[in-house]
């Protein structure tokens, strides 16, 4: 476990989006976002679209046959902080953020030498995007699969925008970025790379 807190922190952004690239996306554009305001606490990010990649359903690190999930994997285990976004579908997270979270599920029985999982002292947040309300619920599910698999969660740990219900609009379509919404990706960015720091500073203890 990294317990240095000088080298920059790094993180990595999980979009779920149903559609692959290179289709418009509201939950890119609101992990890109996040991945903005957190560049100016010191953190290099990337954005990967799960749905450009063959990610096998399971519950092992490793489906085979081509799964592109252990590359994925990789690069989680080497940030910091993880970012997952997902769009609302009928009042739940969408099912590539359900799958992201069940190939998750593996973590719980990857430790190192001191009993700890892998995903300790790593740092999690949600972007969170739809026309319906729901964000707090679908937050809500992301948080606790997160936290059980390992993660750790700073106050404020999501940003998100729904639009009026009933309507077509999609956060891509929006003139500019609403003054909330942009509000709350920066504080979350804030305190994100802020509780990653103090982790990488701080480790939690043996679980042995």
């Known amino acids: 476990m990294n317990t240095t807190g000088s080298s920059p922190l790094r993180a990595v952004a999980l979009v779920c989006t149903l559609s692959p690239s290179p289709a418009p996306s509201s939950s890119q554009l609101l992990a890109e976002q996040t991945i903005a305001a957190l560049d100016g606490h010191g953190v290099t990010g990337r954005v990967i679209r799960i749905a450009d990649h063959d990610v096998r359903p399971g519950v092992e690190t490793d489906m085979g ?36 979270l069940e190939r998750l599920d593996a973590e719980i029985s990857e430790t190192d030498d001191e009993g700890r999982m892998l995903t300790y002292g790593k740092v999690a947040a949600v972007c969170v995007v739809g026309n319906e309300d729901g964000a707090h619920k679908v937050s809500a599910d992301i948080f606790q699969g997160l936290n059980d698999v390992g993660f750790s969660l700073a106050p404020n740990a999501v940003t998100y925008w729904v639009g009026e219900a009933m ?11 609403p003054e909330k919404t942009a509000a709350t990706t920066k504080t979350l960015a804030a305190n994100t790379a802020h509780l990653a720091r103090q982790l990488r500073t701080a480790p939690y203890p043996s679980s042995s």
Do not use: F, K, M
């Open 65 to 100: 046959n081509g799964d592109a999930w252990p590359e994925i994997r990789a690069a989680i285990l080497g940030a910091d902080i993880l970012v997952l976004s997902t769009p609302i579908w009928l009042g739940h997270p969408c099912s590539i953020a359900q799958r992201v």
């Open 167 to 177: 309507q077509g609009t999609d956060y891509q379509d929006l003139d500019e970025t």
